[in-house]
């Protein structure tokens, strides 16, 4: 369709694998790689942890000594930094710039981050997407929920020039800005797909709504995350006559992600959750410490509320059945995500869906396998939590990170690691050694160790980097330990995932001048 793709502007052509079978294979960070362990195939107990991955216990396992600059090759491998100019040609930006990273642990990584500037409308769009049972839904969603989010808060006027544009085959203006790392990469295969359900949607969009209307953001969020589920979904059920895209939908659709997306409007923070990916603002204080503010729930058998919700959603026959040992149905540890249908369809769609689909999807025993006790689906749904918050000026940064950041940092001690760091300065704590018996000599190591540390806490040009620093090296004293950094890095594949989960991180910094003037503004 000539023109069309113009709305697609800004996609990065050049990382599409050439090995498109593959299409989750991921593109390798630089550095030293300890062991190439062939992937592993998902097995039906999605997220499933050990026992216990305390980084505290003592790792006696088979890894060797990196050097410093070898660790910081591996840590820095997939930074990305972004500066925001302080006039975008429409609006002055809250949002000063944003620093993201990832750090692998599944082979290949199971993350997504994106991020985008709204073109169209106003606002930034941030957001981390955690994998399962595979990489094919995450990969999808950070490809698309962006632009179902955009499409969704165009007025009806706008939306009408879009179609009409694309009927006429006219070029189009881009809705999107993507600031994205090089191995962010697009599968551009699915392309025309992608466009054609997302046209789709904003013709329904330009039915449901009327001249002047202006679609409020929490809902347009809310309307995104459900829409593009549903997609995936029928998309999975109708299939493709192509046959590298009928795998691939049924890849996406088989897997799961979750997904936490914020919308950052001047001084409107709107966040949108689906499972347990969490979202933390960084709020300073007078005294210049840093205390933490929680924008989002997580979905999981710690939320009294979701368990609640997902018991009183099916008969009271499934009470015991429903959430056992903590997770949905016994396999599923986040309670809302994308995908996952074999948790949405009934037995006889997922029956007739595999038997007409490709030959390697019957030799995955991942999808042929039916969670027990499944009598009332759908049992999981993705829509999103919405949350919304009025920035501050004392509102100093945002960060979003998967389940992986939050399983090795209290988000205390995320917030005072990223504000020192942003700050340039170091809130000095009592030391304290959480009950361990230690001797002088000992002591006075970990003082000579928190002196070196602040004098080289800022080696890293990325606060996102610098976090994941400390998630991986934190001993049980606080500090970044460079032996238990260097063994955690240096993990065999194998052994890499029992200690801890893929980690995505992005912190947005915000600018407290201009949200203080926006509220001004606001308040007159």
């Not at 002055?92 to 990832?102: C, H, I, L, T, Y």
């Not at 189009?172 to 191995?183: A, D, E, G, M, R």
């Not at 620093?469 to 238990?484: K, L």
Request: with cysteine; net charge negative; glycine share 6%.
């Amino acid at each position: 369709m000539p023109g069309a793709w113009q709305l697609f502007r800004g996609w990065p052509r050049t990382k599409i694998l050439a090995s498109s079978l593959l299409p989750c294979q991921h593109q390798s960070h630089s550095g030293p790689v300890p062991h190439q362990a062939p992937p592993r195939h998902p097995s039906p107990c999605w997220r499933l942890r050990p026992v216990s991955r305390s980084y505290r216990a003592t790792l006696n396992l088979h890894s060797y000594t990196l050097t410093p600059p070898q660790v910081n090759s591996i840590l820095k491998a997939n930074e990305y930094s972004f500066k925001v100019p302080e006039f975008d040609g429409k609006n002055v930006s809250s949002v000063m710039g944003f620093d993201s990273n990832q750090l692998p642990a599944n082979a290949p990584i199971e993350d997504r981050r994106s991020v985008a500037t709204c073109l169209q409308t106003r606002g930034m769009l941030m957001a981390v997407f955690d994998g399962h049972a595979g990489c094919a839904c995450a990969q999808a969603l950070s490809e698309r929920l962006f632009y179902y989010i955009a499409v969704s808060l165009l007025p009806h006027e706008t939306l009408c020039e879009l179609d009409e544009a694309v009927e006429a085959g006219r070029a189009l203006s881009p809705i999107l800005q993507w600031h994205k790392h090089p191995n962010d990469y697009f599968s551009r295969e699915a392309q025309s797909l992608y466009f054609n359900s997302l046209r789709t949607y904003w013709q329904e969009l330009i039915d449901l709504s009327s001249p002047g209307e202006v679609p409020e953001t929490g809902e347009a969020l809310l309307n995104a995350f459900k829409r593009l589920d549903n997609d995936l979904s029928l998309e999975a059920q109708v299939g493709d006559p192509n046959a590298f895209l009928h795998y691939w939908v049924l890849r996406v659709a088989f897997s799961g992600a979750t997904a936490c997306v914020a919308h950052i409007d001047g001084s409107d923070l709107f966040i949108a959750n689906s499972g347990d990916g969490r979202a933390v603002l960084g709020v300073q204080e007078e005294d210049g410490s840093f205390t933490a503010h929680t924008l989002s729930n997580d979905h999981n058998a710690q939320n009294d509320d979701e368990v609640a919700r997902i018991r009183g959603e099916h008969p009271p026959s499934e009470k015991k059945t429903v959430i056992r040992q903590d997770r949905l149905l016994g396999l599923l540890m986040p309670f809302r995500a994308f995908g996952d249908v074999k948790f949405k369809w009934s037995i006889e769609l997922q029956k007739r869906v595999l038997e007409s689909g490709p030959d390697q999807l019957h030799e995955n025993e991942h999808t042929k396998f039916i969670p027990p006790n499944y009598h009332t689906p759908p049992y999981l749904t993705a829509e999103p939590e919405i949350t919304h918050h009025r920035l501050r000026p004392q509102d100093r940064f945002l960060v979003i990170g998967s389940d992986g950041l939050w399983e090795t940092l209290h988000r205390q001690e995320v917030v005072r690691v990223v504000g020192e760091y942003l700050t340039g300065s170091q809130q000095q704590q009592p030391l304290t050694v959480g009950g361990y018996k230690v001797t002088l000599g000992q002591m006075q190591g970990l003082l000579e160790e928190r002196k070196a540390r602040t004098s080289s806490a800022f080696e890293d040009q990325n606060a996102a980097t610098h976090l994941m620093r400390h998630a991986v090296g934190n001993n049980e004293f606080g500090t970044v330990d460079h032996e238990r950094l260097s063994k955690m890095l240096s993990l065999p594949e194998e052994l890499a995932r029992m200690y801890r989960d893929d980690i995505t991180i992005i912190v947005s910094q915000f600018n407290p001048h201009v949200i203080g003037s926006q509220r001004r503004e606001n308040q007159s």
